[in-house]
């Protein structure tokens, strides 16, 4: 009987473990929302603040018609197509010549034991064929490249995966950071994300954290080039926090968690932002 009783608290133990993780804390942040705006579907969460703004969302599709800054994206096919030192391509390094992948980073790479974000996947191939890496928030080398790079994905599911102790490990350490509150405003990304959505924060109203990996980069004011990382370096500016460079290990694995929270949900590069 103990014996008995003992495999079925293990195997209790067992189903707890396996509903928890990842994929019941993107579910919940699904909830929650569901329950505030019951009226809005998830794919609508990729138009972010626009949700509660009708005219910026008109002013946004006026302008993602004719976008300014589509001369920087043929700059940025330019640089895609430009050899490396090899002779080799970036089409070269990355899998399926870099088409419909963008979904699938950040990826945990097991053999390196870390995140790799698809910015780091740019790096790798330049190191491998004579170049050296870029910086990564960047606006004119990686930024720009990103920009192109990623119109190759337009249309293609997020698609994050966390498979394994180390990427549920990495997945864990972005979503402290996530729900860590910092700075002098001692706010967290949840506090203003997640608590406070469709709050205006001076004149800015709050997007949801689903759908806000979706886009990147952004051209805010219609020209400067924002990458994801980049934003979240302004995020923790602006709660006074002294922030980390883009593509420390910080925020390689708040990228993760925060892009996994987006998965089912259609990417498309390179939009305006005010
Ligand atoms: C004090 C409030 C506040 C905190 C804390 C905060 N942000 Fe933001 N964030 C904003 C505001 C305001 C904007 C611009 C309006 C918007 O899109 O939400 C913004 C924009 C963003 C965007 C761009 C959304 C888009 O579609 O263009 C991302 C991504 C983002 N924040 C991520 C984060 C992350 C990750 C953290 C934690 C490291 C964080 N933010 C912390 C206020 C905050």
């Not at 103990?2 to 699904?30: C, M, S, W, Y």
Request: aromatic content about 10%.
């Amino acid at each position: 009987m103990t014996k008995f009783i003992v495999a079925l608290a293990a195997l209790i133990a067992l189903t707890a473990a396996a509903h928890a993780g990842p994929e019941e804390d993107r579910l919940k942040l699904v909830g929650h929302f569901k329950s505030v705006y019951p009226d809005l579907k998830l794919e609508d969460y990729v138009s972010g603040s626009l949700l509660f703004d009708s005219d910026g969302m008109a002013q946004y599709n006026s302008i993602m018609e004719f976008p300014p800054f589509s001369s920087e994206l043929d700059k940025a096919e330019k640089l895609w197509k430009t050899p490396l030192k090899s002779g080799k391509t970036y089409a070269d390094c990355l899998p399926n010549a870099g088409r419909m992948i963008a979904g699938n980073y950040p990826m945990f790479d097991n053999a390196k034991g870390r995140v790799v974000t698809l910015e780091g996947a740019i790096n790798d191939c330049r190191l491998a064929n004579g170049e050296d890496a870029w910086v990564y928030g960047d606006p004119g080398s990686m930024g720009l490249l990103t920009a192109y790079l990623r119109t190759l994905s337009n249309g293609m599911k997020m698609n994050i995966k966390v498979e394994g102790e180390g990427a549920l490990k990495a997945f864990e350490d972005g979503k402290k950071t996530f729900y860590s509150r910092a700075g002098q405003l001692n706010a967290s990304c949840a506090n203003c994300h997640v608590d406070n959505v469709g709050n205006r924060l001076r004149s800015e109203l709050l997007s949801p954290v689903i759908g806000q990996a979706t886009h990147w980069p952004v051209f805010r004011g219609g020209d400067q080039l924002i990458t994801l990382q980049k934003r979240y370096e302004g995020c923790h500016r602006d709660v006074r926090h002294v922030p980390d460079k883009a593509g420390s290990t910080r925020y390689d694995n708040l990228e993760y968690f925060h892009s996994y929270l987006s998965n089912g949900l259609p990417l498309q590069s390179s939009i305006f932002r005010k």
